[in-house]
């Protein structure tokens, strides 16, 4: 038995490469009772971005014609993540199809027991007055200091306090909307 080289491994696959080329070049098919690999349903892909902290994962999301996610890649594309998903990116798909998630605005009146479903434009609206309301009545102008009359327009009735998936863009136009309303108990939870 002759020593298998460098030379003779390069010349016996050649040779294996080119008689499977040359069987299928024949005209074999599929072994009998093979089917081919077809998808149950059509999927659509799309990007899109972890909604979990502000790191701003690139994703990869597959649906079905239902819309509900199949599938949550990493985008190897991204330039954050490169493709790659922590534990709470994969978990993206629970969090989408969960039976427990709202898809509805739910608004529980004070002393009911119930909660009853509202549209968007009832919140947006109701909200709205309620800002203005308690804005407009903890409003201060002006503050006493060494008995002189310092202004400070501010409201000390409302907060706004960030979270984890709140990025640097989002903190800024934050900052700006609230500071807008006088707000000056401003807070973000890294800090917290």
Known sequence: MEKL????????????????????AAG????????SFRLRKPIG???????YCSCGCGLVIATDEEGRVTN???????????????????SVPQLLNSPLRLRTVKYRAPGSAEWEEKSWD?????????????????????????DKQVAVN???GLAWLGGAATN?????????????????????????
């Open 72 to 90: 949550c890649e990493g985008d190897p594309d991204h330039i954050t993540n490169r493709g790659a998903l922590d534990p709470k990116s994969i």
């Open 168 to 192: 640097s863009e989002d903190c800024y136009l934050a900052s700006k909307f609230t500071r807008s309303l006088g707000v000056v108990y401003l807070e973000h939870q890294a800090r917290i």
């Open 122 to 146: 009832w919140t947006i609206s109701t909200l709205t007055e309620r800002i203005k309301k308690t804005r407009d009545s903890t409003w201060k102008a002006t503050v006493d200091v060494n």
């Open 154 to 156: 501010r409201t000390e």
């Open 28 to 35: 074999l098919g599929p072994a009998e009772g093979a089917t």
């Open 5 to 24: 080289t460098r030379r003779n491994f390069l010349k016996l696959s050649t040779a294996g490469a080119g008689g499977g080329c040359l069987l299928l």
């Open 45 to 51: 892909e799309s990007q899109t971005i972890c909604p």
